[in-house]
């Protein structure tokens, strides 16, 4: 019993291009994982970063002086072990045309990246407050 060349199977032609649909999904997958794994160390460095600028505004919302003139331990300073390559500033101003409202800028820098947290913040006069 003779089998047609057209039933006997793959032709090359048809085999290359198989492979080479293949390599394509192959190197997208991998170039996907490739940017996952990035993003994820990006992400993992930022995390403290992020954390400490909340730490920092979270010490500016216990204070409750005005926003007006920050005392210099509250405006720049170095973190304590194990983050003490890491520094931080805080800026306030007012919002112009708005009673009692800042915006607040916190930066953290640690010598290779910055983080930068920006916010703002209503805060009401207090009475008999030196300002």
Known sequence: MRV???KA????LEAVVALAIIAL????VLGA???ALRADASAASRLPMASLATE?????DLNLATLDHLSDS???GQFPPPYDGVHWEVVARRVPGMDNLFDIV???DDGHAEFVLRTRRYRPTLAGAIS
């Open 33 to 35: 994982y490739g940017g």
């Open 56 to 60: 920092r505004l979270s010490v500016l």
């Open 4 to 6: 047609s060349p057209r």
């Open 9 to 12: 199977g793959f032709a090359l």
């Open 106 to 108: 916190v930066r953290v």
């Open 74 to 76: 509250l405006v720049h």
């Open 25 to 28: 999904v192959c190197v997208s």
